[in-house]
């Protein structure tokens, strides 16, 4: 190995991850970006592989979604039919750059978020946040859903475009999280600030592109408005960038990805490249909505874990007070406890985002798959909780943590490709 201990390697991967530069460059159909979605009827999904045989109902529920969206088809029984035959491939986001929420599904001619990491090269996509309601990634599929993705497709995508073209570099992510951590927000569940200081940056972009006709610039503005979470898919496409930009050292136990398909909870280590390590997934535990409880939750889906893995969401519980008994964590000294146990598993803290609540120590770095094993103490992830049936929506937030079959895997392959076992 080029570093002499794994410690080394480990300090180069977290270096990479604090020198990551994350800018929002344009908002593209999928197909133009990503090559795979080109070769036939593709979908993508969150987390490890999958089969559609295996998928839970909300995220097959998706899948129908995104072939109705799609035109491949015209009803929901022509689209079941399709993809259980084995008509559609199924694409992890991850292995082609990109990360989706919840169940992920994302498809040729849906409307991405461009990230670079302007660090390393880089580039990551992740689909808009549709908002709230019925939406594709809790798996509904009703004409609303699809309007909505339409919609999305031609009149939002095309506007931001504009907008994030009148800026030479793109947007500094960097800054927008820095200050929206100030303001209270984790990045996973509670995306308002950031969202809002979105909004403050595009809105008199947007006002001023005037060759644009004014009802859709106006749809749009309200659209942002209305969105709370529409950051967090923004995030998402950043960590994704500057993670994959940290896992070029290709060495060292530091996890660069996690996320989860509904049936099984995946890692990646720096120092295992590509290769999944996987465990049976956990079902969230939170707070259920109104009318709802633990036994109409679907087990635990999405990429948006990736936030976790670049140190926010549920690792910077800290930061967002507000959003504590939203999930359940009991209150302010709870989420400091937390946040607290996260630095036993991560090997330093980021300083390029002090969070003024934790006294300004920066969001934790770099989780080290050695020191979930070695304390027993698992990344703690905020999370949505999807109804087991596909198209009833969101019925709660909560926490949920992955198992630690996922890490043992990980050290244990690592310690074997470093000649260490048998």
């Not at 960097?174 to 950031?194: S, T, Y």
């Not at 503005?221 to 960038?241: H, P, R, Y």
Request: with cysteine; hydrophobic share 45%; aromatic share 8%.
């Amino acid at each position: 190995m080029a570093y002499k201990t794994i410690d080394e390697a480990n300090q180069a991967v977290a270096a990479k991850i604090v020198a990551g530069s994350p800018f929002l460059l344009d908002v593209v159909p999928a197909k133009s970006v990503i090559p795979e979605l080109n070769e036939g009827k593709v979908l993508l999904h969150a987390g490890p592989p999958i089969t559609y045989d295996k998928m839970v109902d909300p995220i097959q529920g998706a899948c129908v979604g995104a072939a109705l969206f799609e035109e491949w088809c015209e009803t929901e029984e022509e689209a079941r039919k399709m993809l259980e035959s084995g008509e559609v491939k199924l694409i992890p986001c991850h292995h082609v750059n990109a990360v989706g929420p919840m169940g992920g599904i994302t498809s040729a001619n849906m409307a991405v978020l461009v990230v670079e990491n302007k660090t390393d090269g880089n580039r990551a996509f992740c689909t808009m946040n549709e908002g709230i309601g019925a939406v594709l990634r809790f798996g509904a599929y009703s004409d609303e859903v699809i309007t909505r993705l339409r919609w999305m497709r031609d009149t939002l995508a095309p506007v931001l475009s504009a907008a994030l073209k009148t800026k030479e570099d793109g947007l500094n992510i960097n800054v927008l999280v820095a200050k929206a951590i100030a303001m209270g927000d984790e990045f996973h569940q509670r995306n308002i600030a950031a969202s809002l200081a979105f909004l403050k940056e595009m809105a008199p972009i947007i006002v001023g592109l005037t060759e644009i006709d004014q009802t859709k610039r106006e749809e749009v503005v309200q659209f942002l408005a209305d969105t709370d979470q529409f950051f967090l898919n923004i995030m998402m496409a950043s960590a994704k960038a500057v993670m994959d930009g940290a896992r070029q050292i290709q060495e060292g136990t530091i996890v660069t990805a996690m996320c989860r398909n509904g049936h099984e909870f995946g890692i990646r280590i720096a120092g295992m490249g590509d290769e999944w390590f996987t465990g049976p997934v956990n079902t969230p535990q939170g707070l259920y909505f109104s009318g709802f409880s633990e036994a109409d939750a679907a087990p635990d889906m999405g990429d948006s874990a990736i936030t976790e893995t670049f140190g926010v969401g549920g690792m910077a519980m800290i930061a967002a007070p507000a959003v504590t008994r939203f999930v359940g964590s009991g209150g302010f000294y709870d989420a400091l406890n937390t946040s607290n146990e996260m630095t036993e598993i991560c090997i330093d803290t980021n300083p390029n985002f002090p969070v003024p609540t934790w006294d300004f120590k920066g969001i934790c770095l770099g989780i080290d798959a050695r020191k979930v094993v070695e304390t027993g103490i698992l990344p703690v992830i905020n999370t949505g909780i999807a109804n087991k049936k596909a198209g009833l929506g969101q019925i709660g937030a909560g926490t949920v943590t992955p198992p630690i079959d996922c890490f043992e895997k990980a050290v244990l392959a690592y310690a074997k490709k470093l000649g260490f076992t048998e």
